[in-house]
């Protein structure tokens, strides 16, 4: 008895051993385990970071643009002097008419129009003192003495100039520096000027600039091997400038030479002797005009009919 009574209390410790074992889920074969989660230590990056440079604009500039819109016209107008040199071409017409214009300021640039035709623009320049004013650009220049303003039509428009003080370069384009001209149609185009002022048809002045007065000779001799202006068409055109120097093509030449042939230009004018019919009204002793009269045609009106 008293050795049955030693054996149970071992019995049960084991059996209450194996059952809490069992209830640990030890045989479970649907037991989870769980293991412990690490995060990953950070790595920092040995690339070099590259900071903006401020100078440089956000997207290059094209050099090549075709126009076709009022907006894409004044967007470049706006943008015209942060070229170094680019091609403009016409994608379409396109007119002005009760729309905003703005003429280029200066560029370094052609402007073709590839056949197509800009019309509708009214210019109105107030108080100016000089400069170069133009009815589509002030200025244009180009230094592969290539046809710069070509192949275009200019058509039902006005620019009109008071000049209080100066003498401003007044055309089309005010100014052609190192450019020419050709292929150029001018329909119903009227140019007012009051003042003093160099005025052309085409351009108030065309010129080759050159600070360096030993090159003067060099520039002169290529700009007139490759300085034809030559198609160039005017019907219905008016210029009232009666106090300037005004010619149907330039108003006022120097360091240059021009060849001129195909002009067919009718015009009635409130400033220049009809006897006269000058193609540039002022040649400096460092420019020449050269012109083949058999293929100029030039007819000084009172009306249009």
């Known amino acids: 008895m008293r050795k049955l009574t030693t054996?149970?209390?071992a019995l049960l410790l084991a059996v209450l051993m194996i059952l809490a074992c069992v209830a640990c889920g030890g045989g479970d074969e649907n037991a989870q385990t769980t293991t412990a989660k690490t995060t990953p230590t950070p790595t920092k990056s040995t690339a070099p970071i590259e900071t903006p440079?401020?100078?440089?604009?956000?997207?290059?500039?094209?050099?090549?643009?075709?126009?076709?819109t009022v907006e894409e016209?004044?967007?470049?107008?706006?943008?015209?002097?942060?070229?170094?040199?680019?091609?403009?071409?016409?994608?379409?017409d396109i007119d002005f008419t009760d729309k905003e214009f703005k003429v280029i300021p200066d560029a370094v640039c052609i402007i073709d129009g590839d056949g197509h035709t800009l019309s509708g623009i009214t210019v109105n320049v107030d108080a100016a003192t000089g400069g170069d004013i133009g009815l589509i650009a002030n200025k244009l220049s180009n230094n592969m003495f290539n046809g710069v303003l070509t192949n275009i039509t200019i058509k039902d428009s006005t620019l009109t100039v008071n000049v209080t003080s100066g003498t401003p370069n007044i055309g089309i384009v005010?100014?052609?520096?190192?450019?020419?001209a050709n292929k150029i149609t001018i329909d119903n185009v009227t140019i007012n000027v009051?003042?003093?002022?160099?005025?052309?048809?085409?351009?108030g002045q065309k010129a080759f600039a050159t600070s360096d007065n030993d090159n003067a000779n060099a520039g002169f001799e290529a700009v007139g091997e490759n300085a034809p202006v030559n198609s160039i068409t005017a019907t219905k055109t008016t210029i009232n400038a009666p106090d300037s120097n005004v010619g149907l093509l330039f108003g006022d030449m120097s360091d240059c030479k021009a060849n001129a042939y195909d002009i067919n230009i009718t015009v009635k004018l409130t400033a220049l002797n009809a006897a006269d019919k000058l193609l540039v009204a002022n040649i400096a002793s460092n420019a020449t005009l050269e012109q083949d009269d058999t293929k100029i045609t030039i007819n000084v009106v009172d009306s249009f009919s």
């Open 174 to 180: 005010g100014k052609l520096d190192r450019a020419n």
């Open 73 to 92: 016209w004044n967007d470049f107008a706006d943008k015209a002097r942060d070229y170094d040199k680019c091609l403009v071409k016409l994608g379409g």
């Open 194 to 203: 009051t003042g003093a002022a160099n005025v052309g048809l085409i351009a």
């Open 7 to 9: 054996v149970l209390p």
């Open 53 to 68: 440079d401020p100078n440089e604009p956000e997207e290059p500039i094209p050099a090549d643009l075709t126009i076709s």
